[in-house]
């Protein structure tokens, strides 16, 4: 085991104090992992449009203080008692949904929806105990999504972390710990084009371009990439769109648009972009007798899906994903091998790096639109 192995660790870590307020960096105090628990040492982690979304506290139960932050790479410190397959010394990915491979999603090949450790926003503490493993003067400070990775050291539950291989470079596949993956799936696990095949992405931010390396990688002869940001179409060439169409170009709806481009309709589409109207194109858009669309994007809460019955009876497919149906645990680490291989390229997504100290720095840059990925160095 490591020296502090059961101590109390001082580290510090950026911690939001109030909705939509610059975090500031604190020296916090990280308790020892418990059952089933691993403290880590957090080497590089990155920003999700997820943690923006939370931190500004839009339309969802506010939970502060609290340390964000759930896309990482780091090496275990120390573990809880019960954890029988990580030792300290191991490089990890900790991933905001888990896989405790008891439950009947878990021992099922078909879902990845763990009963236990399915992602939980509100919950600001660890589930065996119902408290938080950080402070600061004895003040709890609360946990983001079971990871919190805006932190020198973390504790996440052993079910929550990927083993990958240790020659990978953490800043780099650090960023496959949600929005990458979830894209990278939803094509290649439930979509699953065929070479040769089209295929229309709806949204092209990270997750979307992410949709679309998939495709790429699937061999599809067309890409289409649908968004409302012409300049996007430029920076989606990287990632092998081929074609670009703006819904407001056209006078027509955009499924009708897609689907006189390409004969009917493309053989698959993914949506992401949590956009009700971006959804039903993206159904609507594929072609009848085979056609299959992938749902990605989180809805409003009030928001309802319109259709007309004969587009399913026309043996059109509509799925939805939650990240990409990957198990993290089992599947992450082939994920990180597809980038060992240079079957999968991860540089194109990363637009910025900054140190830790200048974290807010990468806040600026998602709510201006500039970045895919910024890459936050936790040793500076």
Request: aromatic share 8%; glycine share 10%; charged share 25%.
């Amino acid at each position: 085991m490591s020296s502090t192995a059961g101590q109390v660790i001082r580290c510090r870590a950026a911690v939001a104090w109030e909705a939509g307020k610059p975090l500031v960096i604190e020296e916090v105090e990280v308790a020892p992992p418990q059952t089933k628990e691993v403290r880590l040492k957090i080497l590089f982690t990155s920003l999700c449009h997820t943690d923006v979304y939370f931190w500004e506290a839009k339309g969802q139960t506010p939970v502060f203080p609290r340390i964000f932050g759930h896309e990482a790479g780091g090496i275990v410190e120390s573990v809880g008692e019960g954890v029988t397959d990580l030792k300290p010394g191991d490089h990890v990915l900790p991933v905001f949904t888990g896989e405790c491979k008891e439950c009947r999603h878990c021992q099922s090949e078909e879902s990845n929806m763990c009963d236990l450790l399915r992602i939980n926003t509100d919950r600001g503490v660890m589930l065996n105990d119902g408290k938080s493993r950080f402070s600061i003067n004895g003040k709890p400070i609360f946990h983001f999504v079971g990871t919190s990775t805006f932190s020198e050291y973390t504790v996440v539950h052993v079910g929550c972390l990927a083993k990958i291989n240790p020659a990978a470079p953490l800043d780099k596949v650090c960023i496959l710990s949600c929005g990458i993956s979830t894209g990278l799936g939803a094509t290649l696990n439930v979509a699953k084009p065929k070479k040769g095949s089209t295929v229309a992405i709806f949204g092209l931010g990270a997750v979307g371009l992410a949709a679309a390396e998939g495709a790429r990688m699937a061999g599809a002869s067309r890409i289409i990439g649908v968004d409302l940001n012409s300049k996007r179409f430029n920076e989606a060439k990287k990632f092998g769109v081929t074609e670009f169409v703006n819904p407001k170009d056209h006078d027509k709806p955009v499924q009708e648009v897609i689907a006189e481009m390409t004969g009917g309709g493309v053989d698959r589409s993914v949506e992401c972009t949590g956009s009700i109207n971006a959804m039903i194109s993206a159904f609507e858009c594929v072609h009848d007798g085979w056609g299959v669309a992938v749902l990605v994007g989180v809805p409003n809460k009030d928001d309802a899906f319109k259709t007309h019955p004969m587009n399913l009876l026309n043996e059109r497919t509509l799925k939805g994903t939650f990240f990409g149906n990957y198990k993290p645990r089992s599947d992450l680490p082939s994920v990180v091998e597809k980038y060992m291989n240079k079957e999968l390229e991860l540089e194109k997504f990363i637009t910025h790096e900054v140190p830790f100290s200048e974290i807010n720095k990468a806040f600026d840059y998602m709510l201006q639109g500039d970045s895919l990925r910024c890459i936050i160095r936790m040793d500076c």
